[in-house]
């Protein structure tokens, strides 16, 4: 494998991006990792910071929008407060555009029926691939949760 980020892929189908997204986050949580979610769209994070809080009965993911430095999980329209970061979810189209941010893995999180998101995933998974990336293909379905596919 290439030097550089794993590039894993995640395709929802039928589902809301917070409930596909909860588990990845609680998954990374218990790995010690922290996060940042970067999305070009600041209502995206609105609805996402909410969804967070309230996501599992009991289950609060520790998150924020402000002070990075103090947020496990943080999410940001600005890819440069997400340094030193174990994983970076990419949402709605979001690329991965400085290589001196160090991350183990990014993960783009995308819905099947976006179209444009969708195209821009596919190049992603291109350019990862050809680089000799590590790469991975999950899907998402109600009642059945994650799969991989590739």
Same mark, same amino acid.
Do not use: C
């Given at each position: %494998?290439? /030097? ?6 995640? !395709? $929802?189908?039928?589902?809301? *991006? ?5 588990? *990845? *986050?609680?998954?990374?949580?218990? =790995?010690?990792?922290?996060?940042? $979610? ?7 994070? @609105?609805?996402?910071?909410? /969804? ?14 402000? +002070?990075?430095?103090? !947020? ?36 783009? %999180?995308?819905? #099947? ?7 821009? @995933?596919?190049? +992603?998974?291109? =350019?990862?691939?050809? /680089?000799? *990336?590590?790469? #991975? ?11 991989? !596919?590739?």
């Amino acid at each position: %494998m290439g /030097a550089g980020p794993a590039w894993w892929f995640y !395709q $929802i189908e039928g589902v809301d *991006l917070s409930v596909a997204l909860a588990p *990845l *986050l609680e998954k990374s949580l218990e =790995r010690g990792w922290s996060v940042g $979610i970067l999305s070009p769209n600041s209502a995206r994070l @609105a609805e996402l910071d909410g /969804a967070l809080w309230t996501q599992e009965p009991g289950g609060f993911l520790p998150h924020g929008l402000t +002070q990075p430095e103090d !947020q496990p999980i943080f999410l940001s329209d600005d890819f440069s407060t997400l340094k030193d970061r174990d994983g970076i979810i990419l949402l709605d189209g979001a690329d991965w555009t400085d290589p001196a941010v160090r991350v183990s893995r990014l993960m783009v %999180m995308f819905d #099947a029926h976006d179209v444009d998101v969708r195209v821009s @995933a596919r190049d +992603q998974y291109k =350019r990862a691939k050809d /680089a000799g *990336l590590e790469v #991975a293909f999950y899907v998402y379905r109600p009642g059945e949760g994650w799969s991989k !596919q590739a």
